[in-house]
């Protein structure tokens, strides 16, 4: 697939995807929508690709959904097409995904943020749900997700008032990992995803798998599942190449198998 809204490119085992519509701040349309699954999807099915980084430009992260081309939809367009839920196909890619976030990540864009499996900010990072100020709210996982990542007073003032948050109060209540200086935000991105991506797959898809069920099930089915998937790690030789290394005092050769 030829890609015009995306730029994409491996580096090593890792694939880096960059939201590539600058004249309106990434915003999210369906053509962006489609080429960001198709790559990440792909990714998936490579087991040459270890881990995925998802990244805007300096200005921008994305400044939400194409508010132009949903501006005029009806109810049966949005309803009879499930708008929005191809994203499910994102959040189901098991290789894991690093959002480097820098500038605007708004409404969607900060959704599609949060459907990543951590987001790294620049300094200059601004999150926000601001749908409430168009007569919408967040419509791809907003009022769950940042619900559960900032706790419900301060995703239900974000919501309900639009206001933004800057990078520093992101970091303070969970919503991001870390935050880096703007111009190192790339390297640490990629640092983290060449990290990742040396792990061995099957184990970094199956520990993804398992912190995501923190957010889908009770502490005791969790721990449950843990269980039993760590015990299935035992089934891997990359199990056995890793305790061996660590014995041997050498650095792991995973197989990925
Ligand atoms: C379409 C957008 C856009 C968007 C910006 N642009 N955001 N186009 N959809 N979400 C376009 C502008 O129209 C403009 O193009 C160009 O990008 C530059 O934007 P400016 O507004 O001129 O830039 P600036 O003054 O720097 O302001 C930046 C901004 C502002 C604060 C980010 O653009 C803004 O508030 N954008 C909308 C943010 C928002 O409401 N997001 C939520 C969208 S709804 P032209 O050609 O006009 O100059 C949403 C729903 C989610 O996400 C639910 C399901 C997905």
């Known amino acids: 697939m030829d890609y015009e809204t995306i730029l994409t490119e491996t580096r090593g085992r890792v694939l880096l995807i960059t939201l ?12 962006l929508t489609a080429e960001v699954i198709d790559a990440a999807t792909r ?12 990244t805007g430009s300096a200005r921008a992260f994305a400044a939400g ?16 097409g499930d708008r929005f839920a191809d994203w499910e196909r994102f959040t189901a890619v098991r290789t894991p995904i690093v959002a480097a976030v820098a500038g605007y990540a708004l409404g969607g864009g900060c959704e599609l943020a949060m459907m990543c ?9 601004v999150f926000g749900q601001p749908e409430i100020k168009l007569g919408v709210m967040p419509g791809i996982g907003g009022s769950q997700r940042l619900t559960r990542f900032v706790g419900k007073s301060k995703a239900m003032e974000m919501c309900l008032t639009g206001r933004n948050m800057d990078a520093a109060e992101a970091e303070r209540s969970g919503l991001v990992s870390r935050v880096v200086p703007a111009d190192q935000l790339l390297d640490e991105a990629m640092k983290a995803a ?3 991506a040396a792990m061995s797959l099957p184990i970094a898809m199956m520990t993804k798998e398992a912190v995501n069920r923190a957010y889908e099930t009770t502490l005791t089915e969790g721990v449950r599942f ?9 089934a891997t030789r990359d199990q056995k190449e890793g305790m061996a ?13």
């Open 20 to 31: 590539n519509r600058p004249k309106a701040l990434n915003a999210i349309n369906r053509q």
């Open 43 to 54: 990714a998936d099915a490579d087991p040459e690709i270890g881990c995925i980084v998802l």
């Open 65 to 80: 959904a194409d508010i132009k081309e949903m501006q005029a939809a009806t109810y049966a367009e949005m309803y009879g």
């Open 117 to 125: 499996d951590f987001i790294l900010a620049a300094d200059t990072a």
């Open 194 to 196: 060449e990290t990742i």
């Open 226 to 234: 843990e269980r039993r998937v760590f015990h299935a790690m035992f």
């Open 245 to 257: 290394a660590f014995v041997e005092k050498r650095p792991a050769r995973f197989t990925h198998e």
